[in-house]
């Protein structure tokens, strides 16, 4: 089962950050937070993922709380073309990458 | 370098037909994995590698069966197709570590 929760969906201005956020609350030492997100129906596309610092790539920012029961993922300057579904992973143990419902992402012209 | 590789990439099988969709991957990965993912819902497990030779259950792996003879691929069988199995399956693989997953471009199934 998902080891995190999210909201259902959200709306973002084009052109302002997004912000999705995600709770974890049993997470454990050494397991980390995976951003994920799937735009229509094709193959699900890795954003980010993070331990407890936060981190930042081409695509996005990770912001984890210090006592790593939540995190943020920040678009920051959202384009149409972020429209997605987003999901937070907390793998379980071997591995398991297991998916819930996500956020479905709309930005908005 | 293709990363995933899924085929077919469409499929329509009646009811009882058997078929078996394969998965490659040329990245060397240890870890593949198998999803369905049914219309407005999230990805669901159905079965899992670790390694050549290992294969595991995930969250629903009734109606399924797999076999990972050789590391770069993953076989995903349907001994007898039913509807409930209409979906599109999404293949998956990762590195060891905390490797993220790579997943291939789905095979959409349809049983009549």
Redesign the interface.
């Known amino acids: ?2 080891k995190t929760t999210q909201p259902t969906s959200m709306d973002c201005a084009e052109g302002r950050a997004a912000n999705l956020p995600c709770n974890h609350s049993t997470i454990s030492g050494n397991e ?1 937070v ?1 951003w ?1 997100r799937q735009i229509h ?6 954003i980010i ?1 993070g ?1 407890k610092n936060n981190e930042t790539n081409e695509m996005a920012s990770l912001i984890i709380t210090e006592d790593r029961k939540s995190s943020t993922l920040i678009l920051p300057h959202a384009t149409l073309r972020d429209t997605a ?1 987003y ?1 937070c992973i907390v793998p379980n143990t ?9 956020t479905s992402l709309t930005v908005i012209p | 370098n293709a990363g ?1 590789t899924q085929t077919p990439k469409f499929r329509v099988l009646k009811t009882g037909q058997s078929m078996t969709l394969l998965c490659a991957q040329d990245m060397n990965h240890e ?1 593949m ?1 198998w ?1 369905r993912q049914d219309p407005g ?5 159905i079965h ?1 590698s ?1 390694g050549e030779g290992t294969t ?1 259950k ?2 629903v792996p009734d109606g399924y069966n797999v076999s990972r003879l050789k590391k770069q691929n993953f076989l995903l069988g349907l001994e007898s197709a039913a509807p409930s199995q209409t979906s ?1 399956y ?1 293949c ?1 693989s ?1 590195g060891q570590g ?1 490797s ?7 095979t959409r199934l349809t049983v009549t």
């Open positions: 089962d998902a980390y995976y994920y129906s094709q193959g699900p596309q890795y993922h331990l579904v999901y071997g591995n398991q990458f297991y998916f819930g419902t996500g | 995933v870890y994995y999803y819902m999230g990805l669901r497990l899992y670790v595991a995930g969250e599109v999404f998956a990762s905390y993220p997953l790579h997943f291939g471009n789905g």
